[in-house]
């Protein structure tokens, strides 16, 4: 398959970029399109044959539900059967924004979109070529991110075009994605809500807002061998790059110390900004210690960046987990696979 990159840096190109993104979508193909957290393979929603072609293009396995991604509230009671109050207060705050939303679902919605769930997953994204290619194709549009399964999100075009050229007939390029994380996702299906993915919507805004939420166990741990998991993206290992990732607890000096002890080739490091001076292997900063908005724009890139410099092993300074790098550590213990150095 031929696969077309559309630019939308003048208006002439934008124009044609949606034109053409929103007549593949209402021909049951896939586009690839930017939004302001990751890049999205997008199909339409209501079409079980196009949502089964994402799965296919991504290998993605087919029990991992979709999110729906919609441009305006009218298009919301086609996809959700019931929005509760703390769902429309969140609404009215943060969409168009990074925020999944989990409601009842109308029968419209195929299995194919919501894994045979009773529930869909719903978001209004803020990008305004996402806004304007959902709003020209008149669907709600299931989109998962845009890469292949299992390795790390796309957050810029280039790796949309590594990911999926020859799988998808078009990819429309805008620019970097602002957030570099995935939305932040959140259950208002059951009795209490309840965090099942950290991102730049936090869990400290939200409870300001509606009230306590709980976490879910799996934002921050492996899940046990045989448990269910509350959002099956949460069982698969994910973002991760070729290289063995480590994140490593402890202070600075201990850092440098053990990972200059390191012997043999393909060691490399990923730090905060400024610490780059103590290390005697190539390392690569993600942002300052405190700035977790940066740190979440980094990390895919730099996951990626590793590969193509055919890292073995990466060395990750441990970030706070408060705030949005709740977000930064729900990916990177992913990356890790759960491993942790703990020093000092
Ligand atoms: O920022 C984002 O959310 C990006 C952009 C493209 O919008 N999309 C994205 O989709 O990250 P995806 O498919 O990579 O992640 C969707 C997550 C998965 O962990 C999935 O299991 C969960 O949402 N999910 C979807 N529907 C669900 C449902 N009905 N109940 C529980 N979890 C659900
Ligand atoms: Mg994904």
Known sequence: MKTIVYKTDTPAELHQAVEAAARLLRQGQLVAIPTETVYGLAANALDAQAVGAIFEAKGRPNDNPLIVHIADMEALPQVAARVPEKARLLMERFWPGPLTIILP?????????????????????????????????????AAPSANLSGSPSPTEVQHCIDDLTGRVPAIVDGGSCTFGVESTVITLAGEQPRLLR???????????LIGPIRVDPAVTQQLQAGAVAASPGMKYKHYSPKA?????????????????????????????????????????AYGAQQDHLRQAQELFRLLREFDHL???????????????????????????????????
């Open 198 to 208: 950290p991102g730049a919507v936090t869990l400290e805004e939200m409870q300001q």
């Open 310 to 344: 055919g890292a073995r092993e990466v060395y990750v300074r441990c970030p706070d987990a408060d705030g949005v790098g709740l977000a930064v550590y729900n990916r990177l213990i992913r990356a890790a696979a759960f491993t942790f150095i703990d020093l000092d």
């Open 105 to 141: 679902r109308t029968p419209q919605v195929p299995d194919a979109t919501t894994a045979g769930l009773d529930t869909v997953a719903v978001r209004m994204p803020s990008h305004p070529v996402a806004q304007a290619i959902i709003r020209l194709s008149g669907l709600p549009i």
């Open 244 to 284: 063995r990732v480590y994140l490593v607890r402890g202070s600075y000096q201990g850092f440098c110390s053990y990972v200059n002890a390191l012997e043999g080739e393909g060691v490399y490091a990923m730090v905060f900004d400024g610490e780059q001076q103590g290390l005697q292997k190539p390392a690569f």
